[in-house]
């Protein structure tokens, strides 16, 4: 069965250092990948997917099949990067979501 | 434009009341419809999708239920609340016939405290 696993429930990251946020999946096809934020108080949203190789805020993410993994990156931590942050895995209708990393940045 | 709208915003209710939180979308058609739970540690737990009128897939088995009755309407129910079914339940859309290339757009979510 498909899987997405974020081993990190929290990483805490000083300002400037770069971010790396874990994630892995299992599934047998072609997996399209996403990554979702919630800010506080803000709704759950699209932060960024493997499609579209795009880099929003400054984070990217690479598909690697091999390692079956979906890492989140960030060159140099900003405060407001401080959110909750989903890895999730598309299959047919269905959208798998890992247990999230709260991101937390530190002055 | 697309919005999503989900109500009510927080609900409290005794065990083994009935149970309705209602979803809408609005901008746009034949949308994918989702509720999943949120809670702490567990992250994201999808609990049904629907791809159409009357059409649900249910992925965990539990006290609730779903449903569609029109294009743009979920609902999500339950006849005898548990006190496990306290919890933040939202529900999303994604446009389109496939979910590739269609993220999800996610409602404001309802806090529901069973007591």
């Known amino acids: 069965a498909q899987r997405v696993t974020q081993p990190e429930k929290l990483l805490s990251v000083f300002k400037g250092a770069p971010v790396e946020l874990k994630c892995n999946y299992s599934?047998?096809?072609?997996?399209?990948l996403f990554w979702y934020v919630q800010y506080s108080r803000q709704r759950l949203q699209l932060l960024l997917r493997?499609?579209s190789r795009e880099s929003i805020k400054g984070f990217t993410a690479d598909l690697n099949k091999g390692e079956t993994s979906f890492h989140l990156k960030k060159p140099f931590a900003q405060e407001e990067d401080s959110a909750m942050y989903y890895c999730?895995?598309?299959?047919?209708?269905?959208?798998?979501f890992g247990k999230g990393t709260r991101l937390h940045i530190l002055p | 434009s697309q919005t999503i709208h989900q109500w009510p915003a927080t609900l409290v209710q005794p065990v083994g009341s009935p149970l309705s939180l209602e979803c809408t979308v609005e901008?746009?058609?034949?949308?994918?419809l989702y509720w999943y739970r949120q809670a702490a540690g567990r992250g994201l737990q999808l609990l049904f999708y629907?791809?159409?009128?009357?059409?649900i897939s249910s992925e965990v088995p539990q006290n609730l239920s779903a449903s569609r009755p029109q294009d743009r309407q979920f609902i999500l129910s339950s006849k005898k609340l548990l006190l496990s079914d306290s919890g933040f339940y939202l529900c999303?859309?994604?446009?389109?016939?496939?979910?590739?290339?269609?993220?999800?757009?996610f409602g404001n979510g309802t806090r529901l405290t069973v007591t």
């Open positions: 999730a895995l598309t299959r047919d209708d269905k959208i798998i």
């Open positions: 493997h499609i």
């Open positions: 999303a859309y994604g446009q389109g016939s496939s979910s590739y290339n269609s993220p999800l757009h």
């Open positions: 599934y047998s096809g072609s997996p399209e």
């Open positions: 629907s791809v159409g009128i009357g059409q």
């Open positions: 901008g746009t058609s034949n949308p994918n």
